[in-house]
């Protein structure tokens, strides 16, 4: 039972010249996939919205839909500003939250709502006692009532659909709105065959009303079934400290939204319902058009607020999509506006063939405005943006308050557009000046660094980017950090583009290899020399899990004996480490150059061991697709938290021999490794910890699912989630995770997770701690055995084998978690338990390692 991380060995770095434009393309996946889920949702929305208004067009009269546009644009526009940014707020904290996600949600979603129904009385006050238009527009007592209750669940359900973003649940809002977009059609339909009753103003905005309801029932169905929602209790002082981090983007949002969803009204107020049916029409092509730009732009933002190295190439790729795509389209309407509003009646084409023409022009200020946003909130220039955008925002109303006033829909349309062309040649030159950046590894030029060429992170090494893992040896003797430079210097020499020997860059997916002078630089700051001694190996091992996450695949600390290796999941894991470790040592011992072969990259290994195991079996391929979930945590008071990782280690030489002898008449046939599972459990249940005991995560290795002979030096396991029948009992775990492997249903997770990293790709740093915890947390297991490390046994250990010192310690663990790394070597088990020292007392967990260590058996005959 063997768990190992591994990540695999490159061979060197990839020719410039074999780039083509498949190549540049393949790393903008991640947004192309996240733009083309939204404009999936918009255009569902408009297809189905354009559907709707065309059949009313024809169904009701004219009246009748310039109410009910102007309705839904005000139900729009204040739903929208009753957000108050909930949403992005959302967007920003859910994942960071471990527990109460639903009681912030329904927290967010109370308080929307709540202000968008002031927003729509203050509406309803405003229009009837200074704007005879709107309030003829209101459509009396029902048509008020019903246009405040669908301002209230606008609000709401726009809130909600950020939190399903926020969640990582995008594929349930776009399925919410898809609902919505055909109930609100088919109810359309429904109300025009009902003997009696007449379309009015009133009865159109009905239906888009029951759309809203009945699409959030269904998203609420569909949530409880799958166990999504946890709990529904709004807590107002769950948005304590949490307005002002919001406020610069909802500033944002509001002064980009707020001017085109009011300019409907204006029509509305200075023209009339009549013209304002025909604009609304038009606006809606032209948004048709926008939701590219603003997709994109969206997307953009999400893409590269945590990588903003990328920010460059994703705007250029992102305005070639707009630009390529978006504008050719703009003339086909700029041409083709006439017939276009003719396909929803003479009347309109006469009214609004001209003004979509106009308004097609705009589409290429749509775009600038657009990846101005997107490129001010990358760079932190929010306040500045959300400035701008309210003056250019009051601009447009001003002017196309004035033009309708003075003209007719025409002059209206133009004036807005003449104000969108000056923004553009406002915003232009920021967005131009990304786009012709030079590229410069600006971490690399501040530290001298001349990187000669790269070589792109696999798959595999991708998906393991934001983990390390540390590995402290010794007392050993003759190995000094001078020496250990020499080796890796040595090592460089040999193979300038070894992984060991070269720059980690994160943000780019890169492995960057460096020039000799470049890295004599760099391997000072690599390797760090703590003097002779005496030195804490606990200490060494502290300070490298404290130290940040960098672009050092290879960090080292050496002194007073003992040497400390910290090394990125990208690189490798216990088998490679291993080789590592044991050739810096010794390298450095005998005062020579590190060597290290490279090895040959298998890169359909993990396809042709999958084909191999379902391909031709049809029998085990629901088996093969079936994975066990972890069980809902239950809801529970929370109090403040921050992480302290912490880690407590223990050794034995004689527990080994204890654990076999009581195999041997209590259950024979399970590995050693599992008895020590199970008696860490027994052994926190001993304490008063109460660990989750439905199940834990185990680690397991898929090398034995590979033909013989091949063998990949890289990161080729998975760690499913399983359910042995008792976590205290070694024939339990053995038997299950026994089962687990003979499925090999592991080569299906990790098949997925490599295809998720195509598609999507991977951060290169992992995800921010939670600021709560559980007050009385529940410890959630997780289990790493390395095997036996005997390939170790030939360094200069200055110590015998009980005295020696073979740590393996993770440098990331959940707020609850606990994981224990298990390994041998000559015939000493070593442990490793971490977790964070601000969740469990150390001193229990001490306790803990030290019962297994005495009397492993005796912990389980107690649990039995």
């Known amino acids: 039972m063997t768990a190992t991380h591994a990540a695999p060995h490159d061979t060197g770095p990839e020719p410039t010249g074999r780039r083509g434009i498949f190549s540049a393309l393949r790393g903008h996946v991640d947004l192309f996939l996240n733009a083309g889920s ?68 329904s927290t967010c979603l109370l308080t929307a709502g709540s202000a968008a129904t002031v927003g729509g009385l203050i509406y309803v006050l405003v229009a009837n006692l200074w704007i005879p238009s709107l309030q003829e527009a209101l459509g009396g007592g029902f048509g008020t009532v019903l246009l405040v209750v669908g301002i209230a669940l606008n609000s709401m359900t726009l809130v909600l659909d950020e939190a399903m973003v926020g969640l990582l649940q995008g594929p349930l809002q776009l399925m919410r709105n898809a609902w919505f977009s055909l109930l609100k059609l088919v109810l359309l339909g429904v109300v025009a065959v009902i003997p009696g009753l007449a379309l009015t103003g009133p009865v159109l905005l009905l239906t888009w009303v029951a759309g809203i309801v009945a699409s959030t029932a269904i998203l ?43 300019l409907p009204l204006i029509v509305t107020a200075t023209l009339s319902a009549e013209a304002n049916a025909a604009f609304y029409t038009a606006f809606m092509v032209l948004s048709f058009m926008a939701m590219v730009p603003g997709n994109v732009a969206l997307t953009l933002f999400a893409v590269t607020a945590g990588d903003k190295g990328a920010l460059r190439s994703k705007v250029r790729v992102g305005l070639l999509i707009c630009l390529g795509g978006g504008f050719p389209a703009s003339l086909v309407v700029l041409f083709l506006a006439e017939p276009i509003m003719g396909l929803f009646g003479a009347e309109y084409a006469k009214t609004a063939g001209q003004a979509l023409a106009i308004l097609a022009l705009t589409y290429v200020p749509f775009v600038f405005h657009h990846f101005f946003l997107a490129i001010s909130r ?132 890169n492995w960057q290899h460096m020039d000799g002078p470049s890295f004599a630089r760099y391997v000072q700051d690599a390797v760090t020399d703590l003097g002779p001694g005496p030195v804490d190996f606990d200490d060494m091992t502290r300070q490298l899990q404290s130290e940040q996450r960098a672009h050092h695949p290879v960090r080292i600390l050496v002194g007073g004996g003992y040497f400390a290796l910290k090394v990125a999941h990208a690189y490798g894991d216990a088998g490679p480490v291993n080789t590592l470790v044991r050739e810096i040592v010794l390298a450095a011992y005998e005062q020579r150059a590190a060597r290290i072969a490279p090895a040959k990259r298998h890169k359909t290994a993990l396809p042709k061991a999958w084909w191999k195991q379902f391909g031709l079996k049809p029998g085990r391929w629901k088996e093969g697709l079936s994975f066990a979930r972890p069980p809902h945590i239950e809801e529970g008071p929370t109090r403040a938290w921050q992480a302290a990782l912490t880690v407590r280690t223990a050794r034995s030489a004689s527990v080994l021999g204890q654990m076999r002898t009581w195999r041997d008449q209590h259950a024979p046939g399970v590995t050693t490794s599992a008895i020590t599972f199970a008696a860490f459990t027994a ?27 091949v063998s990949i030096d890289s990161n080729f396991c998975m760690g499913p989630f399983l359910t042995p029948a008792s976590l205290t009992d070694p024939m339990a775990i053995h038997t299950t995770l026994k089962a687990e492997l003979a499925t090999g249903r592991i ?28 007050i009385e947390p529940q410890p959630r297991l997780t289990f790493s055995n390395q095997g036996r490390h005997d390939m170790l046994s030939d360094l200069p250990w200055a110590v015998e084998p009980a005295g020696r010192v073979n740590q393996s310690v993770p440098t990331l663990n959940g707020p609850e978690g606990i994981t224990l790394t298990t390994s041998e070597m000559n015939g000493v088990l070593h442990l490793e338990a971490t977790f964070h020292g601000t969740t469990y007392d150390p001193a229990v967990i001490d306790r803990a390692l030290y019962l297994v260590c005495s009397d492993p058996a005796g912990l389980i005959m107690a649990n039995r």
């Open 683 to 709: 052994a926190l249940i001993e304490l008063g910890l109460k660990p989750d005991l439905r199940g834990g995560t185990f680690l397991a290795d898929a090398r034995r699912y590979l033909d013989k002979g």
């Open 747 to 774: 080569l299906t997770m990790m098949l997925l997770r490599e295809g998720k990293i195509m598609l999507t790709g991977a951060p290169g740093m992992p995800d921010p701690y939670p600021a709560e915890v559980a």
């Open 220 to 262: 609420f169905r569909v949530l409880r079934r799958r166990g999504m929602i946890d709990s529904l209790h709004p807590r107002p002082s769950l948005m304590r400290g949490r307005g002002r981090a919001t406020f610069d983007h909802n500033l944002l949002n509001l002064a980009t939204y707020l001017p085109r969803a009011a």
């Open 378 to 509: 990358v760079q932190g220039k929010l306040r500045g943006a959300g400035i701008f955008s309210v003056f250019a925002g009051l601009a447009e109303l001003l002017a196309a308050w004035w033009a309708g006033t003075h003209g007719d829909l025409n002059d209206l349309v133009t004036a807005v557009a003449i104000v969108m062309a000056i923004e553009t040649v406002l915003v232009a030159p920021t967005v131009l000046k990304v786009v012709f950046a030079p590229v410069v590894d600006m971490s690399a030029v501040a530290e001298g660094v001349n990187v000669m060429s790269t070589t792109s992170l696999t798959l595999r090494e991708r998906a393991w980017l934001p983990l390390e893992y540390i590995r402290t040896v010794g007392p050993l003797t003759g190995v000094d950090a001078e020496r250990v430079r020499d080796a890796l210097i040595g090592l460089h020499t040999a193979d300038p583009t070894h992984r060991a020997v070269s720059r980690l860059d994160r943000s780019g997916a």
């Open 38 to 105: 939204l404009m999936a949702t918009t255009l569902i929305t408009s297809v189905f919205g354009f559907a709707y208004w065309w059949v009313a067009a024809h169904l009701a009269p004219q009246a009748a839909v310039g109410q009910a546009s102007a309705a839904v644009s005000a139900m729009t526009l204040i739903g929208t500003i009753g957000m108050f940014g909930m949403g992005t707020m959302l967007i920003s904290e859910l994942p960071s939250i471990t527990r109460g996600k639903w009681d912030l949600i």
